[in-house]
């Protein structure tokens, strides 16, 4: 199926979940260069948060958390965008490219959060964008200072505006970017 973003999506037997599933005929962000021409952002407004609301006014929130799922981060977006490979080459190749798109999509990420402290007033936000394998980080620790970093403070800062706890679930290696 294609996402939201077109990304097109399979999920296989025994996966935990859908992954992207990237071919030359299907790949959204063609030419890094021209990432404005193919990354077109879902519409938030257009979002019917009924059933949201309902679910989160059913909440004793003096036993339990109002929490929102914030699946498929700025990183893990931006290699759903173009492939893993080209995204690999591309935050080497063309930093100020992948800042640009890195920045769009954290600014996505950011009105979605604002939009549901106004709707549902989440208790807590699981963030999920995993930067690496068991091994080791995807991008040069450098990279990802200047990169995602700023872009993914930038989101807790908007998690913590909206009162909500800011919790990080990334299943890989992080001990090179742990300060």
């Not at 399979?10 to 299907?26: M, S, Y």
């Not at 003096?62 to 935050?91: P, Q, W």
């Not at 009105?111 to 091994?135: C, H, L, M, N, T």
């Not at 872009?151 to 300060?179: F, M, N, W």
């Amino acid at each position: 199926h294609k996402d939201s973003w077109g990304v097109t999506k399979c999920f296989l037997p025994g996966a935990p979940g859908p992954h992207p599933h990237i071919t030359p005929e299907n790949i959204v962000c063609q030419h890094i260069e021209e990432w404005e021409k193919y990354v077109i952002a879902p519409d938030i407004d257009a979002l019917d948060w009924t059933d949201a609301r309902e679910q989160a006014s059913q909440i004793n929130r003096d036993e339990k958390f109002v929490g929102l799922f914030s699946a498929t981060g700025i990183f893990e977006r931006s290699h759903f965008l173009m492939g893993m490979e080209d995204a690999f080459c591309n935050y080497l190749e063309y930093p100020e490219e992948m800042t640009a798109l890195i920045n769009y999509l954290a600014d996505w990420k950011i009105k979605g959060i604002y939009r549901a402290g106004e709707e549902v007033r989440p208790d807590v936000v699981f963030y999920q964008d995993d930067w690496g394998s068991k091994q080791n980080l995807f991008l040069p620790p450098a990279v990802w200072r200047e990169i995602i970093k700023p872009a993914t403070k930038r989101i807790s800062d908007a998690i913590h505006d909206i009162g909500a706890l800011y919790v990080h679930h990334a299943d890989c290696y992080c001990q090179p970017i742990v300060e």
